[in-house]
């Protein structure tokens, strides 16, 4: 969706490095959802972010949330190849708790051992 | 608990034919979204319910498509007929709408084949 922009679009990293995978909405944000996807399975929730400069933690994955900027990023610390899929951000414009969700296009990652 | 179950895993049929979707959302959940994902399109929301009561169709891409949901354990989507276009994973996802925000749990998805 055009609504939600996610950059890179493919990512390849060593083993070890530090990553940082960016969501960007052209609309408010209400709430915004991280997911990971492996090939040929669902999606799995990782964090929710809901207030402006929140800041979430997930053993080595950490999320934000910059409000003003309307835009999220996730950063991996030491990748390890567990981490490899697809992360895809979730954004809910609407003011109350709709539950409807707009994806970003994903953001493939590899990490090479 | 089991999750979000979608049934069937794979779907290969021809175009022209009726194909059928189906899904049981985490017991408990009382909101219950279609997605369709493509290479092209990414993951797109087609439909979802609250309490067993369609909300928002404004994703369900022509009239070939219906969806519903008769109990709150049960959803199908139908696709009647079918075209090559419509070949896509198709995803189920739940969850429970009533605290300010809530995620949402998904299937496994249904892959969708029409030849």
Known sequence: ?113 | DAGVIQSPRHEVTEMGQEVTLRCKPISGHNSLFWYRQTMMRGLELLIYFNNNVPIDDSGMPEDRFSAKMPNASFSTLKIQPSEPRDSAVYFCASSFLGTLYSEQYFGPGTRLTVT
């Open chain 1, 1 to 113: 969706s055009q609504e939600l922009e996610q950059s890179p679009q493919s990512l390849i990293v060593q083993e070890g490095k530090n990553l940082t995978i960016n969501c960007t909405s052209s609309k408010t944000l209400y709430g915004l959802y991280w997911y990971k996807q492996k090939y040929g399975e669902g999606l799995i929730f990782l964090m929710m972010l809901q207030k402006g400069g929140e800041e979430k933690s997930h053993e080595k994955i950490t999320a934000k949330l910059d409000e003003k900027k309307q835009q999220s990023s996730l950063h991996i610390t030491a990748s390890q190849p567990s981490h490899a899929g697809i992360y895809l951000c979730g954004a809910d414009h609407g003011s109350g708790n709709t539950g409807k969700l707009i994806f970003g296009q994903g953001t493939t990652l590899q990490v090479k051992p």
